[in-house]
């Protein structure tokens, strides 16, 4: 539980859950994206967030592409949305702006992407997102409204995932996130669990930041093995990613958007996640 209900500047996030569920009340949506990051480290920790989102995306599990369709319909006939720019995956709240939808589960293709109606040229990779909703957390929010949100360690694979999907044309935003998420994982309620559950990695050579994000590999690979029906596929992409990204005779893409300015550190932490991811004992 995430107990944010005494912000009263998400009252318009409470105010949007509440429209969405009173539209389409057979559905449950999960906060993911940007959004969760915001919920999670700025409202949760405090910690300050140089990118501001004005989006929310909303990942909706559903059973086929007819009930997608069905929630986006009764969204729409609520008269509190409308069309965003004829895209079936956005919508316009009246007050709230821009609403991503993104439906995953049965909808999905065998390799976890799934094929936009009615043509299937769009293609959306959304592998990730039920093992994310799988293991979410209950947001608190103001005027006694709950949400779901994905966790930190699960907002981190989507992240990876994302990014191999879309850098080439998001100018570098999940690498900024997912940044983020390494160096502040530690800080974000966990200093107190690595001294309690693993004192051995506190050594004279023990270096904050790059154990926090083994931590959060661990974490990530621990919440896959717990919820996922297909962990070794979901590995196999995040690995073939992690491979390729750590390879220093490479171009280092991913290392480049996460810190321009200091590669160095950027590889040291996005080597000690995947060593986390890994199963490795120690960053």
Do not use: C
């Amino acid at each position: 539980m995430l107990d944010l209900s005494d912000r009263q500047e998400l009252e318009w996030l409470a105010q949007l859950v509440a429209d969405v569920r009173a539209a389409a009340p057979g559905i449950e949506p999960l906060l993911v994206g940007a959004l969760a990051r915001d919920l999670l480290l700025h409202y949760g920790h405090g910690f300050k967030i140089e990118r501001a989102t004005a989006d929310v995306d909303f990942a909706l599990a559903v059973a086929n592409w007819e009930q997608f369709s069905a929630v986006r319909a009764a969204l729409l006939a609520s008269g509190l949305f409308s069309p965003y720019r004829n895209t079936a995956q956005k919508l316009q709240h009246s007050k709230f702006g821009p609403l991503d939808l993104i439906p995953f589960g049965a909808v999905e293709r065998s390799d976890g992407t799934i094929a936009w109606p009615p043509a299937g040229d769009e293609v959306m990779a959304v592998i990730g997102y039920a093992e994310a909703a799988a293991g979410a957390m209950t947001l608190a929010l103001p005027k006694q409204q709950t949400a779901r949100v994905v966790s930190l360690p699960m907002l981190a694979v989507l992240k990876v995932l994302a990014w191999k999907d879309r850098h080439r044309f998001t100018q570098g935003k999940d690498a900024e996130d997912l940044q983020l998420i390494l160096r502040r994982y530690l800080e974000a309620g966990n200093v107190d669990r690595l001294y309690a559950e693993f004192p051995h990695v506190i050594t004279d050579r023990f270096d904050f930041e790059p154990t926090g994000a083994w931590l959060l590999g661990r974490d990530a690979r621990a919440a896959l093995q717990k919820h996922s029906s297909r962990f070794d596929q979901v590995m196999g992409r995040l690995d073939a990613v992690m491979e390729l990204e750590l390879d220093t005779e490479g171009r280092l893409t991913l290392v480049l958007q996460l810190a321009p300015s200091d590669p160095d550190n950027a590889l040291k932490l996005l080597a000690a996640f995947h060593a986390g991811l890994t199963g490795a004992t120690s960053p």
